[in-house]
């Protein structure tokens, strides 16, 4: 029974490595085979807010996040009211909700809910936000974006792959002005 088991595990490990394998070897060049995440997007974030408040119509957006999932382009909107957090995941191809959940806020989370709110005025959309990162990134395909509010300012973290090198860059999500750019 053990040799059965440890022929198993050996049998996964080694499908394992060699999945990792087969996508470690890419360079500059491979970054230019596989889309942006904003071009594979058909949803925008305004449609998936107006979702996530029909929803949740008395909860406060506290993020929202768009990153592949199972190959598929998701937003996640996480938001909260007095007593309850809130999230939604949403295809951003077709616009179904994939998750719907909702859970009590401990006295902490209570308030910093508060604190938290993303001002939704004037956003300036991905395909802007994108622009914007890449330059600042000196080149490279947005990734990843996140909506998020920190010290009262609400901005856009997005990620920027360009072979190897990522980059997050943080842009002002009403003026489109960088805050701040990380390299990894």
Not at 63 to 79: N, Q
Not at 99 to 126: C, G, H, V
Not at 147 to 154: A, I, R
Request: with cysteine; net charge neutral; aromatic share 4%.
């Amino acid at each position: 029974m053990k040799k059965y088991f440890l022929g198993i595990v050996l049998l996964l490990m080694t499908g394992v490595i060699v999945g990792c394998s087969n996508g470690s070897n890419s360079s500059k060049d491979n970054s230019t085979t596989t889309s942006e995440l904003k071009d594979e997007t058909k949803v925008s974030v305004n449609e998936a807010i107006k979702l996530y408040q029909k929803n949740f119509p008395k909860a406060d957006i506290i993020s929202i996040e768009l990153e592949k999932h199972l190959g598929k382009p998701v937003y996640t909107i996480e938001g909260a009211d007095k007593t309850t957090e809130y999230q939604l995941n949403i295809n951003a191809i077709n616009k179904k909700v994939k998750q719907k959940s909702e859970e009590p806020l401990d006295e902490e989370d209570r308030s910093e809910a508060k604190t938290e709110k993303l001002d939704l005025n004037n956003l300036i959309t991905l395909n802007k936000a994108a622009q914007i990162a890449k330059k600042a990134a000196k080149g490279g395909k947005a990734t990843e974006f996140k909506l998020e509010q920190n010290l009262g300012v609400t901005f856009w973290e997005v990620k920027v792959v360009d072979g190897h090198t990522e980059t997050e860059v943080q842009i002002h999500a009403q003026k489109g002005k960088v805050l701040k750019t990380e390299k990894d």
